[in-house]
């Protein structure tokens, strides 16, 4: 087993650097928030924020990476729990999901295609705890438990973490095991019956032993309510424990044992009707006449009634657990690190995913278990030396099984279906697909970067990372009905067969019938290696000014396509040359400046930004006419460019102020096989490319494909700001204190090709807390979403080319009380 110096842990025992808003201790505590690059102010001395972004304990400013440090305190204080809060800080940073499963985080607006769930694709943004990376995001939306900070970096990070990543990296660091007796108890009580608490404890069992245990369970109602089964849906219901043992022989040896357990059950997630646009479907088959045929209205047409009529079963449970061995040896010149882990992911859903009261889908779901193993190895010079390095090898196994299964109701041939069979029910009623999808995913890679100052105040630090990768599936679909008309079983191996055996009306039946849920099989590989690196020149103009410049060559793992594939120009066949999707290749410049002023009372950090990518993976569409199938390939080329800045200031030992900002202009160079929007889905096909009626003409025709070149990504606002700050007024042996915390973002699209149907409006939060605290008490009342904003998070497409238009609203406005006692 390999050993090492522990690397990953900031000073306990000091108080939070003046920066953004803070809320800890009397007067320390509003500094808890530190963002360098742009990163907050930091003081000399008891309040210096250290960080671990190079693998090594450095100063925050003195970084000269792009990235943000929220500490924990900050994060209960706030409210901010859990990433999808959390966001709200973190301008550069989106967080968008429909469901556990069918998360995303994206950095700067790159990370993973919008919208899309396919086990065989990584993400660009990497996610790790106590320094293990977490192969699935799902592991994102579960609330903190005693975190001790969130390191947020952007830009490519190949060169110093283990697991490629090409848009950042999110590091959350929990609290260590402690020698000197400590235990911190937390309550909250809210509206919707809300429920929370937290408890953590540590201490020493002997002189080398230390323990640390931590524990949150939370409970609260949904805030939407399901006129159809009484339920209040988007409930929260989490449950999460965590063990730290830590052992130290001696001064330069500790080993740290690690293993958590975490559950979330809510009834979640819904998305319901928002609005409803035209589209190229003949008027009879668009919703408002398709509803009045069915006698259908749903529960509201105002979203933010907080109604819907869900007629099919809604849950998100997901469990996730594992445990890591983290040793570190001090070996004199440099620290050799060593990061065991497994982790497991069992995701238990069920959805509507027709989104309304109609037996349209009545079941759709796709439960899955994930298993991983990674081991990383790391040696790291130690010391202020004109020549520091850091060397790495990482080792990653995963694999994920799931079991997937769509079910069509009474209504499906009506709302899917024209002609004589849209008049039949029992075309598609029960029609039922079953799915089996295995997935193997192995990645080896080294790196390392070096970090040279051949002058005083210069640095020259390179970086390489040589990485291979392979990953294998498996993806079998059979499609089966049995009702009063008609009764089969359609698979890879025989639907062909049975296509031959039919003509005429009845040919046309069986081809809307596994057109709707189509049979097929297929094994795809992948296997690529890839030599990336960075450059960064850096200069520290003085102790307080430090400028840097970057230019990083980096790439994002090819994947294989594990959610169907196109059909081929029989539809009895898939085309399997689309089973693998090519890596990225990105090209990354960037410069940036950060700054301290007034006795680094004040901060002001910014940088620039430019990335290119090639074979941006994407969900695109095949080139036949006859049946259109979204899948994941690679679009030509996009292109995101920006600026961020950062400014907080520290007027006196009573206050502090922040203001933070992106601008990131985000677009498709070359896309000319995306999706269509809506308002150009659902007609008579044309040849690829073609659109008869561009218009929008009810009943006009539809191009196979779209050019989208030039439009903006999905998911990204233009403009993205944070501001707020913290008064303090001493009472009693305690601190009386008001904060406040706003963001705004602008509009931004929630569709991979921009629709007028699904721009999301810019929006506001504000969110405050009044409260009374000292150094072991903290009381506080705290409202979320003050003005009771409306806004929406997503916004989706039902399928089917109906123009209905559905929406996940964030939530309303929420309050409550906060008391929190440490021992």
Same mark, same amino acid.
């Given at each position: 087993m390999s050993l090492v110096s522990l690397s990953l842990l900031l000073l306990t025992s000091t108080a939070p650097a003046p920066a953004a808003p803070v809320h800890d201790a009397p007067v320390a505590a509003?500094?808890?928030?530190?963002?360098?690059?742009?990163?907050?102010?930091?003081?000399d001395g008891p309040g210096e924020i250290v960080v671990t972004a190079r693998r090594r304990e450095e100063r925050a400013q003195d970084v000269p990476i792009a990235m943000s440090v929220i500490g924990g305190s900050t994060i209960e204080n706030s409210g901010n729990t859990n990433l999808n809060r959390l966001q709200t800080q973190l301008p550069a940073v989106q967080f968008y999901s429909s469901n556990p499963r069918n998360s995303a985080i994206n950095i700067r607006g790159l990370g993973a295609p919008?919208?899309?769930?396919?086990?065989?694709?990584?993400?660009?943004?990497?996610?790790?705890?106590?320094?293990?990376?977490?192969?699935?995001?799902?592991?994102?939306?579960?609330?903190?438990?005693?975190?001790?900070?969130?390191?947020?970096?952007?830009?490519?990070?190949?060169?110093?973490?283990?697991k490629n990543?090409?848009?950042?990296?999110?590091?959350?660091?929990?609290?260590?095991?402690?020698?000197?007796?400590?235990?911190?108890?937390?309550?909250?009580?809210?509206?919707y019956d809300l429920i929370s608490a937290k408890a953590s404890v540590s201490g020493p069992l002997s002189d080398k032993l230390a323990l640390r245990i931590s524990s949150a369970v939370t409970s609260r109602r949904g805030t939407i309510y399901d006129v159809r089964s009484g339920e209040d849906l988007h409930k929260q219901s989490t449950s999460s424990f965590r063990g730290q043992l830590l052992w130290k022989p001696n001064d330069d040896i500790d080993i740290t044992l690690s293993g958590d357990w975490n559950l979330q059950n809510p009834l979640c997630c819904v998305q319901?009707?928002?609005?409803?646009?035209?589209?190229?479907?003949?008027?009879?088959?668009?919703?408002?006449?398709?509803?009045?045929?069915?006698?259908?209205?749903?529960?509201?047409t105002d979203p933010f009634d907080r109604r819907t009529d869900l007629d099919a079963d809604i849950n998100s449970r997901q469990e996730i657990g594992g445990a890591a061995l983290v040793a570190n040896w001090n070996l004199g010149p440099a620290t050799l690190t060593s990061v065991s882990a497994w982790r497991y992911w069992d995701w238990q859903p069920k959805n509507d995913r027709d989104f309304t009261g109609l037996p349209i889908t009545t079941v759709s779901q796709n439960p899955s278990q994930q298993k991983q193993f990674s081991q990383e190895l790391r040696l790291s010079s130690n010391g202020d030396n004109r020549l520091a390095y850091t060397?790495?090898?990482?080792?990653?196994?995963?694999?994920?099984?799931?079991?997937?299964?769509?079910?069509?109701?009474?209504?499906?041939?009506?709302?899917?279906?024209?002609?004589?069979?849209?008049?039949?029910?029992?075309?598609?009623?029960?029609?039922?697909?079953?799915?089996?999808?295995?997935?193997?995913?192995?990645s080896f890679a080294v790196f390392g970067k070096l970090n040279w100052e051949p002058a005083d105040g210069f640095h020259i630090q390179p970086g390489l990372r040589v990485n291979y990768d392979k990953k294998s599936g498996y993806y079998d679909s059979v499609v089966s009905i049995?009702?009063?008309?008609?009764?089969?079983?359609?698979?890879?191996?025989?639907?062909?067969?049975?296509?031959?055996?039919?003509?005429?009306?009845?040919?046309?039946?069986?081809?809307?019938?596994?057109? &709707?849920?189509?049979?097929?099989?297929?094994?795809?590989?992948?296997?690529?290696?890839?030599?990336?690196?960075?450059? &960064?020149?850096?200069?520290?103009?003085?102790?307080?000014?430090?400028?840097?410049?970057?230019?990083?060559?980096?790439?994002?793992?090819?994947?294989?396509?594990?959610?169907?594939?196109?059909?081929?120009?029989?539809?009895?066949?898939?085309?399997?040359?689309?089973?693998?999707?090519?890596?990225?290749?990105?090209n990354h410049f960037e410069i940036g400046l950060k700054t301290q002023f007034l006795g680094r009372r004040l901060t002001f950090n910014t940088a620039g930004f430019w990335t290119e990518i090639t074979d941006y993976q994407a969900t695109v569409n095949n080139n036949a006419i006859n049946v259109i199938r979204g899948y994941l390939a690679n679009a030509g080329k996009v292109r995101v460019r920006g600026f961020e800045w950062d400014a907080s200031f520290r007027p006196s030992k009573q206050a502090n102020l922040y203001f933070n900002?992106?601008?990131?202009?985000?677009?498709?160079?070359?896309?000319?096989?995306?999706?269509?929007?809506?308002?150009?889905?659902g007609g008579t096909a044309t040849a690829p490319g073609g659109v008869t009626d561009p218009a929008g003409t009810p009943g006009g025709r539809?191009?196979?494909?779209?050019?989208?070149?030039?439009?903006?990504?999905?998911?990204?606002?233009?403009?993205?700001?944070?501001?707020?700050?913290?008064?303090?007024?001493?009472?009693?042996?305690?601190?009386?204190?008001?904060?406040?915390?706003?963001?705004?973002?602008?509009?931004?699209?929630?569709n991979p090709s921009p629709s007028a149907y699904t721009w999301i409006d810019a929006y506001s939060l504000s969110n405050v807390r009044l409260g009374w605290r000292r150094a072991d008490l903290n009381i506080y009342g705290w409202v979320r979403n003050v003005f009771d904003k409306h806004y929406f998070e997503l916004l989706s497409v039902q399928s089917g080319s109906t123009g209905l238009i559905v929406g996940q609203p964030g939530d309303p406005r929420t309050y409550g009380l906060t008391i929190s006692k440490s021992f």
């Open positions: 509003a500094d808890d928030q530190q963002k360098a690059q742009p990163a907050p102010a930091a003081q919008f919208g899309l769930t396919n086990d065989g694709i990584e993400q660009g943004v990497g996610f790790y705890l106590d320094q293990v990376y977490i192969g699935r995001i799902g592991a994102s939306t579960f609330d903190f438990v005693d975190v001790e900070r969130v390191e947020v970096l952007r830009g490519p990070q190949g060169t110093l973490y283990g990543t090409t848009a950042g990296a999110i590091n959350i660091t929990t609290r260590a095991p402690s020698f000197t007796p400590e235990s911190k108890i937390e309550l909250s009580l809210g509206n319901y009707y928002a609005r409803v646009g035209a589209t190229q479907r003949p008027l009879a088959r668009q919703y408002a006449v398709l509803a009045t045929a069915l006698g259908y209205a749903p529960a509201s060397l790495g090898a990482f080792f990653f196994h995963q694999t994920i099984d799931t079991q997937g299964s769509q079910v069509q109701g009474a209504a499906a041939s009506r709302w899917l279906l024209s002609g004589a069979d849209a008049l039949n029910p029992n075309v598609l009623n029960g029609l039922t697909s079953t799915n089996t999808i295995n997935f193997d995913n192995t049995h009702n009063a008309q008609y009764n089969f079983v359609a698979s890879a191996d025989n639907v062909a067969a049975l296509f031959a055996a039919t003509s005429g009306a009845a040919r046309t039946t069986f081809q809307n019938q596994i057109n &709707t849920l189509a049979p097929q099989r297929y094994s795809p590989r992948f296997s690529d290696w890839n030599v990336s690196g960075d450059l &960064t020149l850096s200069y520290d103009v003085s102790g307080d000014v430090h400028a840097y410049a970057t230019y990083a060559r980096s790439f994002k793992s090819g994947g294989i396509n594990l959610s169907g594939l196109p059909l081929n120009s029989t539809s009895t066949g898939v085309d399997l040359s689309t089973q693998t999707v090519k890596p990225e290749k990105v900002g992106a601008y990131t202009d985000a677009k498709y160079i070359d896309f000319k096989n995306a999706p269509c929007p809506p308002e150009l889905s539809s191009p196979a494909y779209c050019d989208i070149s030039g439009q903006v990504l999905p998911g990204i606002s233009k403009w993205s700001l944070s501001w707020g700050g913290e008064v303090r007024q001493p009472v009693g042996d305690g601190s009386v204190y008001l904060a406040y915390d706003g963001s705004w973002r602008s509009k931004f699209s929630s």
